[in-house]
Every structure is written in structure tokens, then in C-alpha cells.
């Protein structure tokens, strides 16, 4: 995104008839990338429903449930202060130094995405709670910056906000979708991706139709305000459920309801009869590369214990074997890792 808007920036500010050039260009893109699918090779066996995979499927899988209630507020807020950026972003610098190039628009944007993009790299080692947490609390400084920019007439101003914009639209767009789509199974996650981005552009589309209305009526500048106020007062909203689901996980369960999740925990057994828990974190899976040959389940009287560094968890076989079921197993849980609530909980 960030390539296209500066592209299209330049494109504006150097070639003739930008108003046509920029949409001349995206065909000609779209047809290079037509050619290039249509010419490319099939890399999966056809088989019979592909028509019918084309019919859209919006649907919230149950595991991702609570994280989607939890992120969902701090991804509508920086939708919308990222559609405020991206419709009204323009007319919002000129109005705050109207001797500035009409390029500086366009940067404005860039600014954003660019910004947006190397956030997600760098919060990639945080926990995505804490990482949602983090961007959520960006957005209040950001619109401030922005408001700041306005009354003392300072472009500088309104390019930091918008660096600010871009981090916490980094931040909670890799957390919330990491929050999301960990605990889905893979055959739910194309349907969960769907209903998270039908919510991602929802809260980035209506809000920048109601600023548009707002500003043909009233101007721009009470547009901003009215629409500053709501963005923050999203993104303080969404700040409650992301600060007590970060609660709950610094106290962790209860000790009662860990074990009784544990009792239930599914476990895997490598050929040398050593076993490890079941678990879909990806960081868990990063950790090993044994891949075990039978899954069992964790009786009763099994006791878990963690194991040292770089090996699995080992269950206590004391009390009774374990029963061997059928499939292979390719999830593994890190050190120091518990199941049930508490393995839910990682994947915040």
C-alpha cells in the first residue's frame, strides 16, 4: 500500500493528466498480473466444487470468538482513523498550510503506511495482546498530534500524527489478527479472515462517508474534531477489554481449572515413547522439529511437568500408560507452556 501511494503521489505531481494516468496505469498493472496468474502453473490436483469455493463465506470460528470481542474495538478505532487518513488526509493539509504542494497530500498517507508496515516488523517478537494493547494506546496521541497540528498551524505536526497513525495501525493489525487466527483450525480460517476484514474496511468506509457529509455541511475543520473525538473515544473503549484480558493473563487461571483443562489436554508421543502436549501456537511449533507418530490423551492421573531447555514437556507415566489413538501430530508446546485455559491465554 505504501508502493502504490507514493506512486501514485509522484504520478500526480510529474505526469500529465494525473486524474488519468494514475487509473491508466493501475489497468495496465492488472493486466501484467492477469497474464502472469493465467501463464503461471497449477500447483494443487483439481478436484470438483471450485465454482462453489468462489461464494463468499463470512463466518467467526468459535475458538476465535473471545479474541475477536476482545480486538475488535482497537481494530474498528484504527480502521477509521486510517480511512480519515486515506479520504479526507488531502484536503486535511491543505486546509492546515494551504501553500504546501499538492504532493504533500499524498505524503501524508505515505507516511501512515509506511509507518504501518515497519511496525509490523518490529512488534513482531511482542505477545499480540500486547501488541493490540500498545497500538490502541497510540491512537489518543496521535489524534491529539493531529488536532495539535491544526490550531497552531503546523504541517510537521500532522506528518508525526500521522507516524503515529501508521504504529498503532501496525501494532494492532498484527496482534488482533494474530489473536484471531491462532487457536482457528485451518480449514475455519479463510472464513474467520473474511469477517475480520469485512469489520477492518465496515470501520474504515463509514466513518469517512460520515466525515465527507459532516464536511460538506459544517467544513472540515468541525469534521475533524467531531471525528478525532470518536476515534478516541473508540480506541479508549477498546482499551478496557485488551487491559483486563492482560490482567487475567498476568494473575493466570485458577489452579483448579488448569488441571481440570489438563486432564482433557490432548498429548503426542514420538517413536521413542517420550510425549509432548498438543498445541497450535505458532511459536510452540518453532521450538521443535520432532514430529511425533501417535497421539494419545492425558488420563486423570497423569502429572505434567515442564522439561528442560530445548525438549518437550514429559508426562509423568507412573500412575498407568497412556493409550495410543490414531494421526499424527505436528503442534507442539514450548517449555514452560501449560494447556488448556492457560495454552489459550499464549495465543494472546
Known sequence: ????????????????????????????????????????????????????????????????????????????????????????????????????????????FFTLTLSAAVTVWITRALRPLTATLLGCATVPAAVALSLTGLHLVVLPAVFAASLLAGAAFGAVTRGSLSMVLAPVPRPDRSTTLAAYHVLSYLAMSLPAV??????????????????????????????????????????????????REQDRLPMVRSPGGREWCSCSSTSCRSRFSTAPSAVTRRGPGRRFRPAGKGQAHAADRSTRPAGAGGGAASRLLRPGHRGGAAGRATHL
Not at 472540515?220 to 482499551?239: E, N, P
Open 210 to 259: 460520515g466525515a465527507g457529509v459532516l464536511t460538506q455541511l459544517y467544513g472540515l475543520r468541525i469534521a475533524a474534531h467531531v471525528y478525532a473525538a470518536l476515534v478516541a473515544l473508540l480506541a479508549a473503549a477498546a482499551l478496557l477489554p485488551l487491559a483486563a484480558a492482560a490482567l487475567r493473563l498476568r494473575r493466570g487461571p485458577a489452579g483448579g481449572d488448569t488441571q
Open 1 to 108: 500500500m505504501a508502493a502504490g501511494v507514493l506512486a501514485a503521489t509522484l504520478l500526480v505531481r510529474h505526469a500529465p493528466g494525473p486524474t488519468v494516468t494514475v487509473y491508466l496505469t493501475l489497468m495496465a498493472v492488472f493486466l501484467l498480473q492477469t497474464a502472469a496468474v493465467a501463464l503461471s502453473p497449477e500447483t494443487t490436483r483439481p478436484h470438483p466444487g471450485a465454482w462453489r469455493s468462489l461464494r463468499p463465506r463470512v463466518a467467526v470460528s468459535p475458538p476465535a470468538r473471545g479474541a475477536f470481542l476482545i480486538s475488535g474495538g482497537g481494530v474498528v478505532a484504527v480502521w477509521a482513523l486510517g480511512g480519515f487518513y486515506s479520504s479526507l488526509g488531502p484536503a486535511f493539509v491543505h486546509l492546515v498550510a494551504p501553500q504546501a504542494p499538492r504532493a504533500a497530500g499524498g505524503m501524508v
